[in-house]
């Protein structure tokens, strides 16, 4: 068995069932592994496929330079592959990837899908992630209103202090077996939770990443 067979076994991809279209291509959605951030979308060949399979770095067909396309090779911002899957109908893959330097779009955003009414936004990702962007945004441009900027200005003492509070309540939560308040009590400990990682300047992804880790 050749190397690239072993790759393809172990990322079930079966390339010859792959249905190209009429050019021999398929489209490849490209999606943040640890948030679920779709990233990009390009077209690959089944030659690229298994090119993606056998360096575990994503290739592409460019139907502009009609070429293959290694991804990152010019600017570095290279996309290891964490995991491929493809649709019901075999036309359409989903790969997941860790994108090196957190730019996927040639302009430098984050994202190719970036634009809403023509405003640059951050692209949307889990829920989680979301609001810790909100928490960052508060931390980093602070309004006198905001609850969050509040916490942030005690320091550690408020903050942590909130912590402890909320994990009584969860466990209160849990012992009156209430799922309503059980979930509302976790999300304010999720939230406060947050609130300390941006306070210690701790991204959420490597929190991702260290529940990664341990899944394996």
């Known amino acids: 068995m050749s190397l690239s067979d072993e790759l393809l076994l172990s ?3 079966p ?17 943040d592994y640890l948030d679920g ?23 592409f067909w460019s139907r502009s330079r009609e ?23 075999s036309d359409a893959l989903l790969v997941g990837v860790e994108q090196l330097g957190d730019i996927a779009c040639h302009t430098g955003e984050r994202s190719c899908f970036h634009q809403v009414d023509s ?24 309004t006198e209103s905001s609850y969050t900027c509040k916490l942030f200005a005690g320091g550690d ?8 509070e909320e994990t009584a309540e969860v466990v209160m939560a849990f012992k009156d077996d209430d799922a309503s308040a059980i979930a ?24 991702y990443r260290k529940l990664q880790e341990r899944r394996r």
Not at 15 to 31: F, N, S, T
Not at 157 to 164: A, E, R, V
């Open 184 to 207: 509302g009590e976790v999300s304010d400990l999720l939230y406060h939770t947050m609130v300390a990682l941006a306070h210690h300047n701790v991204d959420l992804k490597a929190v």
């Open 37 to 59: 951030t779709v990233l990009m979308m390009a077209w690959m060949s089944q030659e690229s496929l298994i090119k993606t399979l056998e360096t575990s770095e994503t290739w």
């Open 157 to 164: 003492n408020k903050i942590l202090k909130k912590i402890g």
């Open 67 to 89: 070429e293959l396309w290694h991804k990152g090779a010019t600017s570095g911002h290279i996309q290891k592959v964490k995991s491929i899957r493809y649709d019901c109908d």
């Open 11 to 13: 990322y079930s991809i």
């Open 15 to 31: 390339v010859e069932k792959i249905c190209y279209d009429e050019r021999g291509l398929v489209p490849a959605i490209v999606q």
């Open 119 to 142: 405003k640059i936004a951050p692209p949307p990702a889990d829920t989680l992630s979301q609001l810790f962007q909100v928490i960052c945004d508060r931390r980093d441009n602070p």
